[in-house]
């Protein structure tokens, strides 16, 4: 038994490098050497980005800067804790009711990242007794979530009220596997935006079917929030089903500019988190400065309500002209634009000749999506210009001409 002796022991790490390489999976990271916005630069080009999340521009908005290194001159660069040793500070508390006094919930509880929340927050309140109900193509950190949860799970077709009526409809006539008693919950999650296609859940339907079990409604709103609803409150907010929707999961990643994520939903929900949720107790705090700016994001969110205007007069224009120029934009409703490809080796094909062209877009192919439907996944801004807009546009007529995509 000495063969392996001096084999190196993670030598298949390679081998499956090599094997994602010669499928066109293998995905570099682009580095940029400017602050994010509407314009980046990578490898010394100046490029218009379509790859961020920054819906609303305020990763580098003035005041959010401003909060930022106010917080650090009076309160430091690190919180040097997790919140229930020593890490809470009267900031994260201050955006706890921010946070919920937006939302309009009666509490909130931050996250270190969306992430973090979703797989807090599932495990935390479901065990053996419940059942969770999720949409098929729901975020990476839902089934992360699941996966760490004790409840059975069970999945409806994606955006399918009635495929979740009838499960919903089986869970509560057969009760709990075994045992046939009644399960203690049943939670239906859901993103609200979702994420690859950009398309809206339809939460009026899925809320309906849910109350009709008795089940909760859990919704994932990381592209909603500041996208969506009343000065960005989310796709409960924007169906009008305020109190209807027991928990809500947003991000501070992306349109609010900074980093984390948190709940919303009830005071109850916010205190047994606190006792229990794994990344809450054993991981530390947002640093000062994250939690001020996002803090003042949520204001300024409600302060120039002209950015949330411009986010979508841009989405839309940007969208038509995509369609015009005979580009598949899948299903998609938000910000978030698919301009479907096809095969991986064609997305990475297209994303290189926009890089070319001066427009930073990137390819998204298996397994965050399914293998023939690789894509580029685009998100305008409120920070862009028309000029920049327009650009991007000529750019993607030019590369789907010469790949064959588009008709010349
Ligand atoms: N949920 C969804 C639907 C998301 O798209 C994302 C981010 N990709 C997250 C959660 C995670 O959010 P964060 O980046 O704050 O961890």
Known sequence: MTTNLHRDPLAFLGEELEDLRSR???????????????MVSVDDRRLISLSSNDYLGLTHHPRLREAALQAVRDFGAGSGAVRTIAGTMTLHEELERDLAAFKGTEATLTFQSGFTANTGVIPTITGEQDL???????HASIIDG?????????????????????????????GREGTGLPYRLILVVTDGVFSMDGDIAPLPGIVEAAEAANAAVFVDDAHASGVLGRDGRGSVDHFGLDGRVAIQV??????????????AGSQDLRDILIQRARPFLFSTSHPPAVAAACSEAIRVMQD????????????????????RLGFDTGRSETPITPVM???????????????????????VVFPTVAI????????????HSAEQLDQALEAFAAVGRDLGLIAG
């Open 372 to 383: 023939d439907k690789a894509r580029i996944r685009t998100i305008v801004t409120a920070a």
């Open 341 to 363: 490809m096809g095969d991986p080796d064609t997305a990475g094909r297209f994303s290189q000749r926009l890089f070319e062209e001066g427009v930073f877009a990137q390819p």
């Open 250 to 263: 947003g991000t501070l990643s992306k349109a609010v500019g900074v980093l984390g994520g948190y709940v």
């Open 24 to 38: 066109h999976l293998y995905r570099p990271l682009r580095v940029m050497s400017s602050a994010q916005g509407p």
């Open 132 to 138: 969770i109900v999720s949409d098929e193509l729901n």
């Open 146 to 174: 699941m996966r760490l949860s004790k409840a059975p799970r069970k999945i409806f077709k994606h955006a399918d009220v009635e495929a979740l009526r009838a499960v919903l409809d089986e869970a509560v006539e057969k």
């Open 304 to 323: 120039e309500p002209q950015l949330l205007e411009r986010l979508w007069s841009n989405t839309k224009r940007f969208k038509a002209e995509l369609a």
